[in-house]
């Protein structure tokens, strides 16, 4: 079983708070990522990393930012949420290097802006 | 625009059928292909890789690749209650990110 965590599992929060969604893995993977999905959805891509101190956008339109000053460590902030930021949100991570890159996901966090 | 193409279904099999779904992709530089699982309110998980045309076969399950129709698909052989989950196809060229289907719904009646 792939060793990375998020926290928290489920956070409701109101319109307009800061937040920070956390993913750790004790892997060593080099890259990481952070999808969003809606129920019914395919997941979309909002933020990567490569390693430390190596972050980029992903396909999907975000008001979020990512750092990467650690390599286990690629939390996932919302500078003011808004209900539209309602989503899951799952973090992965994956070997660097070879023509098959696996992804393992962690557990999600579910989020609910009211 | 990448794209890959799932028929959502729902697609539902007998207890002990052969469950078949397919993928399509636009990208073709793309180099990898894989088969999550998703179980309702879980995250996916990693079930089937393949990068050479032909056949993949592991346990019960069976991926298929055809890089020159673009084609990827998943067969489930004596399908379970247990198999009924949501299965997405993701593809990628080496050092990119996964790109993901909307996935299939799949349903395995007892």
């Known amino acids: 079983e792939a060793d990375i965590y998020q926290t928290p599992r489920y956070l409701v929060i109101g319109t307009g708070k800061k937040i920070t969604l956390e993913c750790s893995q004790t892997?060593?993977?080099?890259?990481m990522y952070w999808y969003q999905q809606d129920p019914g959805m395919e997941l979309h891509l909002i933020h990567y990393?490569?390693?430390?101190?190596?972050?980029e956008k992903g396909d999907l339109s975000s008001e979020s930012t990512v750092s990467r000053i650690r390599t286990e460590h690629f939390p996932l902030t919302l500078e003011s949420a808004r209900p539209s930021h309602t989503s899951q949100y799952l973090c992965?991570?994956?070997?660097?290097?070879?023509?098959?890159?696996?992804?393992?996901f962690g557990s999600g966090t579910q989020l609910s802006v009211l | 625009q990448k794209e890959v193409e799932q028929n959502s279904g729902p697609l539902s099999v007998p207890e002990g059928a052969i469950a078949s779904l397919n993928c399509t992709y636009s990208?073709?530089?793309?180099?990898?292909f894989f088969w999550y699982r998703q179980y309702s309110g879980k995250s996916p998980e990693l079930i089937m890789f393949?990068?050479?045309?032909g056949d993949k076969e592991d346990g019960r399950f069976t991926a298929q690749l055809n890089k020159a129709s673009q084609y990827v698909s998943l067969l489930i052989r004596d399908s379970q209650p247990s198999d009924s989950a949501t299965y997405l196809c993701?593809?990628?060229?080496?050092?990119?990110?996964?790109?993901f289907g909307k996935g299939t719904t799949l349903s395995v009646s007892s």
């Open positions: 892997m060593g993977h080099d890259k």
């Open positions: 990208d073709r530089g793309s180099q990898s």
């Open positions: 990393s490569y390693g430390v101190n190596s972050t």
């Open positions: 992965a991570s994956s070997e660097r290097g070879g023509v098959v890159e696996k992804l393992f």
């Open positions: 393949i990068y050479s045309n």
């Open positions: 993701a593809v990628n060229q080496a050092g990119t990110a996964l790109i």
